[in-house]
């Protein structure tokens, strides 16, 4: 049966970054990560899966076997954990993965290291355990001071939202999607 009742869209209100279009918000329906790590191994599969294709390079930066995991099932390549203790390697990577916040670094210090391995077009996914409101903003502004575009934000939630029901979101984890991109991105020489 098909919905007559069409909606419309929100208007997006407010901007992250002042000047720059708000980005698109896309709910993944994940389980919380365990105590002490950073994400669940569903999310790993979604991110792996959805930012890159086989063969591709991914830097793993976060805590927990999870990406791992999701790395060698998609058969892609990756300096896998060993990566913050030896440097990132001399390839440029499509995908870097990371929690927040980093250590050894100062934000913009950070992105700008990210940016400079990343492939154009590659993206850099932070994750951040939701709750702190100004935090995605923090890190939007670091990001594009280095040069980097903000690509997507999407929210982890435990319960996917039900069709027709008003339900509020477990929101547990925020990802933040920032990309190399080949036009202005701010910062730098993006």
Known sequence: MTDRNHHRAPVPVGDVVPGDPPVPITVWPVPAPHEGETMSNAMGVRLVHNLTHPSDLIVDLVEGPQLARAVIAAHRRSHLQATRQVGWGRESATLIVTGWPVADASSVEFFLRCRAHLVLGGCVAVLLAHGDVALPVDVVIAAKRAGL??????????????????????????????TRSAIGGGGADG
Do not use: E, K, M, S
């Open 149 to 178: 575009a903000y690509l997507q934000h999407i929210v982890a939630a435990d319960r996917p939202p039900r069709r027709g029901q008003h339900a509020q979101l477990a929101i547990h984890t925020d990802v933040l999607i920032l």
